[in-house]
């Protein structure tokens, strides 16, 4: 993500709403927690169903405040909903609470065994900080907040500044939605601000906060997180630049169609997305190199979220372009309204020179073409790398250089993508949107797929507990029929 | 945990040990994470083996370097051992990788998913501290060393310096065993010395570290691994209370045998456990409390870990005595070399007005009886506790009050006991060590029982690669035969 979006001017106003709604928050956690799943997968279809209604409103409003184009907006909208509903079919499910029965054992090999039963439960109140690029997805009603309610935990959403009116009405249907389908007051609320947002995350009853942003902005609310008196798990998704490795197999078999990929996904939603494909890394003297160009001078620039992240975008180009090791190739990177798609260019060796200066990521349509010289040397930029949400690899089948770097490029990544484009991030069971820092401040997570469920969940176990005091998952009958590790075994009812 | 255990005095000098077991550890790295689980349970069941065949020599060790008698170290041994092969099980049974496979679906709701395929990897090189107050199970050869080398993590071990001799004797069984099995060189290592545990955190190449100890102690750990300009996840286990509430019912039909099974899980171990029951809520003029007292007065104290940790033990004591609203019930906690069995008493009211100072951890044997006046005020207590790894309901069947402090009590406890005692940790699959905030500083996880393997793993996803590049675990024909996520149902082949 870009650098300035957790740093714009926000009014600073003390926030009476902060400590209104975390009480509230407070009050409706233990509620939610005794919730059954099934109750909470009828208020996200109700939220689901709330949005969908009132598309017609909302997404106008998103444009107006996005400059983002409808029809992206209509498909991010149906992307929120569908999201909201599989979280609803999650919660039916019911192996998300990772249910584990131990009976009591005399014979067990450490000694005799208690019984022992473990859940996942709720954290408590959760705050989400939405994100600027998706007025939907990664916003007010986006994968975090569904993920929380899924979970149990009440949530308050700390709304972006760069769509304020959009924020306060998918709220206010959020709001409504909850109410009419019977969820606790205190289960939801919207709030606005810097400095409530540091407030926010410093709060004593606050269990848990998620963010997506930029680096600048994550670190510093993961530090104010770190540093409460009571440290609480900070779940920040902070930047990625999506490395995308042509091996000259690929190369030599597809270099038109990969050139025209590359310049497609990098300029996706003039991109403005966090798995934007920031560095293309080629075999000197393939002949993809002069394609590369062509598609990306082909290519079309357009109007990005706000004057904020524009000024940032064309700052960052200017530290690139004030380089001797690096050269432009496409675009122009001086400052004006609609910026042009740009590439820049430079070695393998500069790179492994320096890594840090020339793998920061540029939150727009830029990216960097690498000429690498060798097989190894891929390899030895692919360990090079910091942590990525993803890292791709366009190779053709039996590639062995291909397959080498897939196994590093997992132990960089989150994602490894072959013969694809980072962008359109799917929400899925199987779905991982993560990655070492600083793609993520929390490695074992995923903001993106059913399993970012998990950031809102912790485990408890109940040793000897009898039946009737035990909550339905744990007790004997298995009443909602979750799979189960029952001494070991994964059963599935 | 007390607030001694990291802070002794060590000596303090560099360490070339730590560089050389680090790149150590940083060339295995990758060769343990192309290792099949399979392979790595050989690995642990060698450690068992081998640390099995020295035990005349490894107890007594143990013994003059812990003064904790022959029974309870050669228990403690069976447990490592025992523990050792249970995550061999685990690593057979595959379940614990939560392979999950999407298959394209273009129907899918939110447009078109590609093959999508995601399953748990090694984080890296592994910094596990170790404790004194079990030298061999939550030590070198401890639960955090298995799960890290079960996970294909390598570790790097800093020895506790209460039992150097001993971390040194088992460390060369440990090493030798991996040698012969078959694992790479740099799979296991061991470090001393308090700067070198600093240093150690602060290691750039490394990516997790796990610590059993003070709060103190955890706590700065935890402040170094997040000052990190890559942070790493840190899983600290500082410190609990472990309250014990009796409700009237079982005060009524158990007294004498409540009395004296607290009694002896308080003086177990010389109370230099981390779940001691260290807090004892009873109702006010139930006849319970002569009963406590008699037995407490009736148990017998020991000599303790080390001179540091008893004089942390009067230290906190005497805190404790000078308080008017706190009376001595039992004991003596004036120092001497083998402390008594003591037991304060409180009223409810004074509690809740002081939980911090009066719910201050004492490791050795000693605790707190409150009385109190009402199930109001018993549940108005645990709302006021801070997280703990347990907390513990003595009642009887069908107590309507003790249900409702259950309830309350998983919301602030990693485990729920009812009508047991904390002490004892069972090593099963659905065991949860662990906690809220000072239990632990990461309330998602566990360091005991099977589960904790998932503290050295991270999620990576795999699109459309094609199955001969995937992993073995999420390769089409499952050639390891575990159980997985297929498009949202799990299957148990």
Redesign the interface.
């Known amino acids: 993500m870009s650098d300035t979006t957790a740093e714009r001017s926000e009014s600073v106003q003390p926030s009476p709403d902060l400590d209104v709604a975390m009480a509230a928050a407070v009050k409706a956690s233990?509620l939610l927690?005794?919730t059954a799943p099934a109750e909470r997968a009828v208020w996200l279809r109700a939220i689901a169903d709330a949005l969908d209604a009132d598309a017609d409103t909302l997404v106008p409003l998103a444009m107006s405040e996005s400059h983002l184009p409808e029809q992206r907006l209509t498909?991010e909208l149906?992307?929120t909903t569908?999201?909201l509903?599989?979280f609803a079919?999650?919660l039916e499910?019911g192996?998300y609470l990772e249910a584990?029965?131990?009976h009591a054992d005399p014979t067990?090999?450490?000694?005799p065994?208690?019984d022992?039963?473990?859940v996942l439960?709720p954290?408590?109140v959760a705050a989400v900080y939405a994100a600027s690029n998706f007025p939907f997805a990664f916003s007010v009603p986006g994968g975090d907040t569904a993920a929380a309610i899924a979970a149990g935990c009440p949530v308050v959403v700390k709304a972006h500044p760069a769509h304020p009116e959009l924020s306060r009405a998918v709220a206010s249907h959020i709001e409504g939605a909850l109410r009419a389908s019977g969820a606790p007051d205190g289960t939801f609320a919207l709030v606005e601000g810097l400095q409530t947002g540091r407030d926010l995350v410093l709060h004593p009853d606050l269990?848990v906060a998620t963010f997506t942003g930029s680096l600048r902005g994550g670190r510093a609310l993961?530090?104010l997180a770190?540093s409460r008196p009571?440290?609480?798990?900070f779940y920040g998704e902070l930047g990625s630049v999506n490395p995308v490795f042509v091996t000259a197999s690929a190369a030599a078999a597809r270099a038109e169609e990969i050139a025209t990929g590359f310049a497609g996904s990098m300029t996706l939603g003039v991109g403005q997305f966090c798995t934007k494909p920031g560095v293309l890394l080629v075999p000197r003297g393939a002949g993809i190199e002069p394609l590369v160009v062509d598609a990306v001078r082909a290519s079309s620039g357009g109007v990005m979220l706000d004057d904020k992240i524009r000024d940032g975008f064309f700052s960052g180009l200017g530290t690139l372009a004030d380089r001797s090791d690096v050269e432009l190739l496409a675009g122009d990177p001086t400052s004006a309204d609609v910026p042009t798609p740009t590439l820049y260019a430079t070695d393998a060796a500069a790179l492994l020179a320096h890594p840090h200066e020339l793998l920061e990521e540029h939150f727009g349509p830029a990216a960097l073409l690498v000429r690498y010289d060798s097989p190894d040397e891929a390899v030895a930029i692919a360990n090079a790398l910091?942590?990525q949400l993803t890292a791709t690899v366009q190779s053709e089948?039996?590639d062995a250089d291909?397959?080498a770097l897939?196994?590093?490029l997992?132990?960089k990544?989150?994602?490894?993508?072959?013969?694809?484009w980072p962008t359109?991030v799917?929400?899925?069971?199987?779905?991982?949107h993560?990655g070492?820092?600083?793609a993520t401040?929390?490695?074992?997570f995923?903001s993106v797929g059913?399993?970012s469920i998990?950031?809102f969940?912790?485990?408890?176990?109940?040793?000897?507990?009898?039946d009737?005091?035990l909550p339905p998952s744990l007790q004997d009958a298995n009443p909602w029929g979750i799979?189960r590790?029952v001494?070991?075994?994964?059963?599935?009812e």
Chains 1, 2 share one sequence.
């Open positions: 233990p927690a005794a498909g149906v992307r569908f999201q509903r599989l079919e999650l499910r192996a584990a029965v131990d067990w090999g450490m000694g065994r208690p022992l039963r473990r439960r954290l408590g269990t993961f530090d770190a009571t440290p609480i798990p910091e942590g089948e039996g291909a397959a897939v196994s590093v997992a132990d990544a989150g994602r490894v993508l072959w013969n694809g359109g799917t929400v899925s069971y199987a779905q991982q993560g070492p820092y600083p401040t929390a490695p074992h995923t059913t399993a998990a950031r969940l912790r485990p408890v176990a109940y040793q000897g507990v009898p009737a005091v799979p590790t001494d070991g075994a994964l059963l599935v």
